[in-house]
């Protein structure tokens, strides 16, 4: 079993609606909580960074962490066809240098 | 300013042959880390720079593999007798520094195919 579990989808929504993407994890030592969004031949960029359990929210980006269930999630509201690209969950243990565990990525298509 | 760049975005090469990437991070930065992503298989580890040094090279896969950073700048990962399992994109980062989990900045891969 893997560390970090995601669905690879496709999944595939229309305009405008709100998108959740999910993750679990065994580790309980992780503390850090990432979301990156990487469009098609291109690198991952950092889209949101929570520490320990909560939401956060940036614009129509909302990230929402649970330790006690070992899963987080990102929702996109008013999902736009620009939000089309592979989403993938990271995640790290608290202190010092901190290596960091990618789940696989789940690919999301806005449709117009 | 400038992002992280690699070189070359594309190698084709033949089961057998060594072959060298190269990444360049971003001025300052002085943590460098290279990940290999394989269809499906999600973002794996393969090392950590801090400055010169790799305190974690633990996600290496084999001997064949091995990198260096020379002037806490320039990373080279070097493939020796490349398989077709080293097949995947090969992706390079650098964060400010190695620690607290500074944002990790990525450049846009190295696609090797092996035939």
């Known amino acids: 079993q893997k560390e970090v579990e995601q669905d690879p989808g496709p999944l595939s929504v229309p305009e405008g609606a709100i998108v959740s993407l999910n993750c679990t994890y065994s580790?309980?030592?992780?503390?850090?909580f990432m979301w990156y969004r990487q469009y098609s031949r291109k690198g991952p960029e950092l889209l949101m960074y929570?520490?320990?359990?909560g939401n956060k929210e940036d614009g129509r980006f909302t990230a929402q962490v649970d330790k006690s269930s070992k899963y987080i999630s990102l929702f996109i509201r008013d999902s736009q066809p620009s939000d089309s690209a592979t989403y993938l969950c990271?995640?790290?243990?608290?202190?010092?240098?901190?290596?960091?565990?990618f789940g696989t990525g789940t690919k999301l298509q806005v449709i117009p | 300013g400038a992002g992280v760049s690699q070189s070359p975005s594309n190698k084709v090469t033949e089961k057998g042959k060594d072959v060298e990437l190269r990444c360049d991070p971003i001025?300052?930065?002085?943590?460098l880390y290279w990940y290999r992503q394989s269809l499906g298989q999600g973002l794996e580890f393969l090392i950590y720079?801090?400055?010169?040094?790799?305190?974690?090279k633990s996600g290496l896969p084999s001997d064949r593999f091995s990198a260096e950073r020379t002037g806490g700048s320039v990373s080279t990962l070097t493939i020796q007798r490349t398989q077709q399992e080293d097949s995947a994109v090969y992706l390079c980062?650098?964060?400010?520094?190695?620690?607290?989990?500074?944002?990790?900045?990525f450049g846009p891969g190295t696609r090797l195919t092996v035939l």
């Open positions: 980062a650098s964060s400010l520094s190695g620690t607290r989990n500074n944002e990790q900045f």
């Open positions: 580790n309980s030592a992780f503390q850090y």
């Open positions: 929570t520490y320990s359990s």
């Open positions: 990271a995640m790290s243990e608290s202190g010092g240098y901190q290596k960091v565990t």
């Open positions: 001025s300052g930065h002085t943590a």
């Open positions: 720079f801090q400055g010169n040094s790799a305190p974690d």
